[in-house]
């Protein structure tokens, strides 16, 4: 890991809760509930990861997860998302509805350490694989890479066990960087030449690839040597 470091949310506050969800949502104080359950399980996920983190760090002296970060989604965003498909901005429809209020992004360095990662979660009992979509073997249009797990794990609370369901994208930090970028992009409403611009992304993405595969080949050569 990068300094050891497992960065995101520690603790419920205005950042992790919005004060502004009044205004979106009418029963705030039971959106706060909920919103408190998918921000345990990000606690939950990032656990697990951490612990396989240290389980791998001492077992092979190698440990593939670089980097990890939580987050939650905001108020506006889960009335936008509920919009689109057609649903009133209710907190129940964002609990049938919506599967990535609860977010968590892993970053490794090779493209093979994604894919032992996402095993190791399938193994565990309590995780539940309610879909996956593999944007490394199959891109998204503008060049995105990524590989997308919706799961869902149970979070013991003080008077019963709720089950939660939580979003992890696993992808290299090469993919990541291409990623924030083409977000930035996606967010910007008046771009010059934002035809050409999407081109060079889509360029860097396939060449981000290449090199993503090429790293992963010197690094099995280099290990047979040893």
């Not at 190791?120 to 995105?144: F, H």
């Not at 008046?190 to 981000?208: F, K, N, P, T």
Request: with cysteine; proline share 3%; hydrophobic share 35%.
């Amino acid at each position: 890991m990068r300094n050891n470091e497992l960065r995101g949310p520690t603790a419920i506050d205005i950042d992790i809760i919005p004060s502004d969800s009044e205004h979106v949502f009418k029963d705030a104080a039971l959106y706060q509930e909920v919103m408190m359950r998918y921000h345990c399980a990000t606690l939950e996920m990032r656990t697990k990861l951490e612990v396989l983190s240290r389980d791998m760090t001492v077992r092979y002296r190698r440990n593939p997860i670089e980097f990890i970060e939580s987050r939650l989604k905001k108020p506006s965003s889960i009335a936008r998302k509920l919009e689109k498909l057609g649903h009133n901005v209710t907190v129940e429809n964002m609990q049938t509805y919506l599967s990535d209020i609860a977010g968590i992004r892993v970053l490794c360095a090779y493209i093979d350490d994604i894919y032992e990662i996402s095993r190791m979660l399938a193994r565990q009992q309590d995780v539940r694989i309610i879909n996956v979509k593999d944007y490394i073997k199959c891109p998204k249009d503008n060049g995105y890479r990524s590989y997308h797990m919706i799961v869902e794990i149970p979070v013991y609370f003080s008077d019963q066990v709720r089950p939660v369901r939580c979003e992890i994208q696993i992808r290299t930090i090469a993919m990541d960087f291409w990623a924030t970028l083409d977000h930035d992009m996606q967010y910007k409403k008046q771009v010059e030449d934002a035809e050409e611009i999407m081109r060079e992304l889509r360029e860097c993405a396939d060449i981000i690839h290449s090199t993503d595969e090429k790293m992963m080949r010197l690094r099995e050569r280099i290990h047979r040597i040893e």
